[in-house]
């Protein structure tokens, strides 16, 4: 459709393969009209989040699942966690945007970076938490032996045995942030920290939709989910089910 | 849940460093989800009278006489259960088929991921498109199948529309059912289906004997994940529909969107979260509660 000169959309019957592509849609849609914008700001967002989640997410996940904390405590802090992830968004959305508008961050990248390092946390604990547990101890003991501290074995012997879990967990975090579209349209208000999902939705509540552009829009939102999905495919349903089956 | 077997002597230091790791991630869960909860109980009991704030029930009572309140969580409840039933039936059905057939699954895995993975705004907009009477592509063919489609307007239909934003549910998650239930076949032994073939058993008794018992957790978690998922549903028919035609499609997410952020009535939003928050914390107990009764019995 992106590929598709207006009279091509509207034929009827459809003109599915025999058009003559364009790449006016886009040329308007990123050039013209403020997608680009909106595409960085998504990119930032995005990047931003996923890497505080991973920081603070990992570090719990690790003393979750190495340490017997005291009343089991551990285990009910675990669970815990995973509730904070059932909240339907719409229920946090509310007092968030009051917080937010309190604090001045309205409208802004960080209001929408805060939240959803606050969204994936719960995700990257239980997904480290599972990677973590399958390492075998024998190899920290080791490290710990040799003079290692604690913050160095996790760093130079656990770390590097989870990197392919870390990065699918890290992909999974860039995918949710990415396509995250509640929070965005709540929080921001103008093109200076619209998300690229917000801005697209912007274009359709209009009364003439322009089909092409959001089509362009919309394939350019798609390709670098593609392209991540294809990377943590081996993941994909530990990651979809929150680590509770392991594919 | 795994019982951890062994564990470092909890030593007073390590149980410090324990604490200093876990710290950080706890202060930034609570201040973004345990203290806006506590806040917006506080927005939903407070109502704004001339001598400033009073405190009272009566966000909550208007709930309960608010016919449009009601709509939306009917809504909400037929389109979850709706969906729920064609997601499992189809994406139980595909992988049982599948998982009985190596080859070609990479290709299906790869194929099915797709849907899931597209940003729920732009699955909104391509079946908005394609659902348009005039050229979308649903009617497009339909029309060339020779099938009269003057009466087909889709969401601009209200006796349509419902079913619309369902079928759009389930054409982006039946693959993640798939690919959860497919992996939890996978995982199953071969020796339960050997003991049973050796016991004479037919394929229905194998299937209701060993493969059922055996997926249990793997469609627990799969039920549990998508009704959490489709009782908050905002994105897609946010999209595709806006709640309409008129209130045919509101659910209770839409709704107390706008209820907040279109007419800044912020206490009786939070009310309104608070039952929707209720119910799905009643709902995921009893997954819960399933998943640990398996638990107890293995």
Known sequence: MSLKREVDQFANPPRWLFFRPTLEHYYEAFVIQSFVQYLITSAIVAVASTACALVLGTLAAYSLARFELPWNLDRKLSLWILSTRMFPAIVTAVPLFLMMRDLRLLDTRLSLIIVYTGFNLPFVVWMMRGFFVEVPRDLEEAALVDGDSRLGALWRVVLPLVAPGLAATAVFCLIVSWNEFLFALVLTQTDQAMTLPVGIAGRVTQYEIKWGIMSAAGAVAIIPILAFALVVQKYLVRGLSLGAVKG | ?298
């Open chain 2, 1 to 298: 849940m795994q019982k951890l077997t062994r564990s470092f002597n909890a030593s007073s230091r390590d149980l410090l460093f324990a604490t200093l790791l876990v710290t950080p991630a706890l202060a930034v869960l609570v201040s973004l989800s345990i203290y806006p909860l506590l806040y917006s109980i506080q927005i939903a009991l407070q109502t704004d009278g001339p001598a400033g704030p009073t405190w009272s029930f009566a966000n909550f009572s208007r709930l309960a006489g608010d016919n449009f309140f009601l709509a939306a969580m009917a809504h909400t409840f037929i389109y979850s259960a709706f969906a729920l039933t064609f997601e499992f039936v189809l994406g139980f059905a595909l992988a049982l088929i599948l998982n009985s057939t190596i080859r070609g699954q990479r290709v299906f895995r790869a194929a099915f991921l797709i849907p899931m993975m597209i940003p729920p705004v732009v699955v909104g907009v391509v079946w908005r498109l394609m659902l348009n009477p005039n050229f979308g592509a649903v009617n497009g063919v339909l029309r060339q199948l020779g099938i009269n489609t003057e009466q087909l307007t889709w969401t601009a239909s209200p006796r349509l529309a419902l079913a619309a934003v369902i079928a759009v549910d389930v054409w982006q998650w039946t693959p993640f059912v798939f690919l959860v239930l497919l992996a939890g076949l996978q995982a199953i032994p071969q020796e339960p289906y050997e003991a049973a073939r050796v016991d004479g058993s037919n394929a229905w008794q194998t299937f209701r004997h060993v493969t059922l018992p055996l997926l249990k957790p793997a469609i627990l978690i799969v039920l549990l994940l998508r009704t959490m998922d489709l009782l908050r549903v905002f994105d897609q028919i946010f999209i595709l529909t806006e709640g309409g035609p008129g209130f045919a499609t509101e659910t209770v997410s839409l709704y107390i969107y706008r209820a907040a952020f279109r007419f800044s009535d912020f206490g009786y939003a939070a009310a309104m979260s608070f039952v929707l928050l209720i119910i799905t914390n009643l709902i995921s107990a009893i997954y819960i509660r399933l998943l640990q009764s398996r638990e107890g019995v293995a």
